[in-house]
């Protein structure tokens, strides 16, 4: 009898044991599972549902971005001219609408209209044909400006110059070739640029006189 006593005793003791440990792993249990919940509503605040943007497209990182910014030059003071009046093939631009009526380096204001152009190493005064090579189209432009200061392009147009050889708008940098006609001299003698003999040509085949190189 007292033998049955001393197992119930010891089974009731082991009972009583384990069931706060049964307790403590319920507790445990819940707590992982809360965690887990909690950090799965973190990571979906975190990354945003691409359905939840226009077009169901996420948002483009600004890193990763294939815009490429063109390379900006320096601005010289007193650049190194080139008088020798060759001609050269680079990209041309047109300036803004925001630089009518603003000075240019000869002094004038830009006229938008007009066929005032910018080089950075033609002198000022220069007279040349720049002909787009995609449209093939050409006018004749006056260098009043210096610029522009951005890698790979020779000279800037004027809005109007832009529309005469086909720039659009919407392109607005295209491939040229720009040719000297008339280029002034340090000494203020005016040298014939590699362009003189084509507009001579388009003047009826006569030659220059000196009130011709004026009138540029």
Same mark, same amino acid.
């Given at each position: ?50 359905? *939840? ?5 996420? @948002? +483009? !990182? $600004?890193?990763?971005?294939? &815009?490429?910014? =063109? ?33 240019? *380096? ?5 006229? @938008? +209209? !007009? $066929?005032?152009?910018?080089? &950075?190493?033609? =002198? ?93």
């Amino acid at each position: 009898m007292r033998d049955d006593e001393d197992t119930l005793s010891i089974e009731k003791t082991q009972d009583m044991t384990a069931t706060p440990r049964c307790s403590n792993l319920a507790v445990i249990a819940v707590a992982a599972f809360l965690e887990a919940a909690s950090f799965g509503l973190t990571t979906q605040a975190a990354s945003p549902d691409p359905a *939840a943007t226009p077009d169901g497209l996420a @948002p +483009q !990182n $600004s890193q990763t971005s294939t &815009r490429h910014s =063109p390379d900006r030059l320096a601005v010289i003071a007193k650049p190194q001219l080139d008088r020798s009046g060759r001609r050269r093939i680079g990209k041309a631009s047109f300036y803004a609408h925001m630089f009518a009526g603003r000075k240019m *380096a000869n002094g004038n204001k830009m006229d @938008p +209209q !007009n $066929s005032n152009a910018a080089s &950075r190493t033609l =002198p000022l005064g220069t007279t040349a044909k720049v002909t787009n090579l995609k449209t093939g189209k050409s006018a004749v432009v006056k260098i009043e400006d210096r610029g522009p200061y951005v890698e790979g392009r020779i000279v800037d147009l004027s809005p109007a110059t832009a529309r005469e050889i086909g720039i659009t708008p919407r392109e607005g940098v295209t491939k040229v070739e720009v040719t000297p006609i008339t280029v002034p001299l340090a000494d203020g003698s005016i040298k014939l640029g590699a362009a003189a003999d084509e507009v001579r040509l388009a003047r009826n085949d006569r030659m220059y006189l000196r009130s011709d190189l004026a009138a540029w």
